[in-house]
């Protein structure tokens, strides 16, 4: 090819390709955006129109905490099932001591009066998966009192407690051992000493953690003394509160189930009902701080959980498919600590599928291992009441 030839290709290919860019690329755009398709941005601010506030039944086994004492109102007692095979070469032995070890892990409301604790045998078999409060009527508490632990000490986290148990419980365990006919159940209880009131609960380090209950069995044979730990189980507690009056706030209460529901108008955006897209919607919960009680051992910082509610009719119902985490949103604990609530993923399904609109309900993140306390503003108080903020577009 010469020169002149290449020239000329040259000079086409550029005109080309000038003639392309000079078009007016409106066309394509158009076709992602149609004119008629106008959206605008819209903030709004909607305030709470009623909220309530019930108590939920549930099993406590999960928590890393078992909780014993009472305080205001709420007693709790620890239940303990040893998981284990006593060997059969314990039957023939002299055992010398049992002795229950404990750590402490989480204390609540302590009072000055040292707490004394009793420890009894249960008989009625039970699941932490499964057992509430509700089944308190059907377990079978020995009423002789087996040992005591006593706080003559201060109690702080960390600190390991421990009592001598009667031995006769543990030789009717080897017993039930060496009998295949029986069922293997191995549990006992820790209950408030009665008379004492107000002492404070402790939270006492659940199986499976690297602090767990363990059951020291010292015995001798022939001469020889020689131990054995039970330390591997399951654990739940038992928690009441009676009566359970409602306080004019919305709470939230771990241990006892107390939980709180909330509703909002979404009526100044129901008008955009399927055609809204929400960018960013955030929840705002004012806490009353000397209204509520916070134990030691748990983080500050996030503790409440929000799950879109379920019917009137079932308000301890709830979807877990949408949920958000309550953070403070100061630093520093004032007097008036807000929680914020990313609620984005909620709103927009609320804003979509309008029907499945039942409100937040709120519970404590500790649920299974406390009974710390979060008392809320309600809707009654205007200046205070929950909020939703949302950004939103739509067209």
């Known amino acids: 090819m010469n020169f002149s030839l290449k020239l000329i290709l040259s000079t086409l290919f550029l005109g080309c390709a000038f003639a ?39 099993p406590n086994g999960g928590g890393a905490n ?14 303990l099932q040893f998981f284990t095979t006593i060997p059969d070469s314990l039957t023939t032995v002299h055992i010398d001591t ?21 420890i009894r045998e249960v008989t009625t078999p039970w699941s932490a998966a499964t057992v509430t409060v509700d089944s308190l009527a059907t377990l079978n508490f020995v009423p002789t009192l087996s040992a005591s632990i ?30 295949t006919s029986k069922p293997r159940f191995f549990s006992i209880a820790l209950v408030t000493k009665p008379g004492m009131t107000n002492t404070g609960i402790w939270g006492l380090s659940q199986f499976g953690t690297s602090t767990p209950p363990s059951l020291k069995i010292l015995y001798s044979k022939n001469g020889v003394r020689d131990s054995i730990d039970l330390n591997s189980g399951s654990g739940s507690f038992l928690a009441t509160k009676i009566p359970f009056l409602p306080s004019g706030f919305i709470e939230t209460q771990a ?7 909330i509703n909002f108008n979404l009526k100044p955006i129901s008008d955009s009902i399927n055609r809204a897209i929400v960018n960013n919607a955030t929840m705002e919960l004012t806490l009353n701080n ?4 916070l134990g030691a051992g748990t983080p500050d910082s996030l503790r409440v959980l929000a799950l879109i509610g379920g019917s009137d009719a079932r308000p301890d119902s709830a979807s877990t498919a949408y949920f958000a985490f309550g953070y403070r949103k100061t630093a520093p604990r004032t007097t008036d600590t807000v929680y914020t609530f990313s609620v984005t993923s909620m709103v927009q399904q609320w804003i979509s599928n309008p029907t499945t609109y039942n409100g937040v309900v709120l519970r404590s993140l500790t649920d299974e291992s ?4 979060l008392s809320f503003y309600s809707s009654k108080d ?14």
């Open 255 to 261: 241990g006892i189930s107390i939980r709180s529901k």
């Open 20 to 58: 392309g860019c000079s078009q007016d690329p409106a066309s394509v755009g158009t076709k992602l955006i149609p004119g008629s398709e106008k959206f605008s941005a819209h903030d709004t601010s909607i305030i709470a129109i009623r909220d309530t506030t019930f108590k939920f039944a549930g």
């Open 150 to 179: 006593t706080d003559k000490d201060s109690i702080s986290t960390s600190k390991v407690v421990t009592a001598q148990i009667d031995s006769s419980i543990v030789r009717k365990w080897i017993n039930i051992t060496k009998d």
């Open 382 to 395: 205007l200046t205070r009441a929950p909020r939703l903020l949302i950004t939103y577009t739509k067209k």
């Open 370 to 373: 406390s009974v710390d306390k």
């Open 98 to 118: 049992v002795k229950l070890s404990l750590t402490v892990s989480y204390t609540w409301n302590m009072g000055t009066t040292p707490a004394e604790f009793v």
């Open 66 to 79: 078992l909780l014993v004492g009472n305080y205001s109102s709420v007693d709790a007692r620890t239940l």
């Open 290 to 293: 000397a209204a509520s009680q």
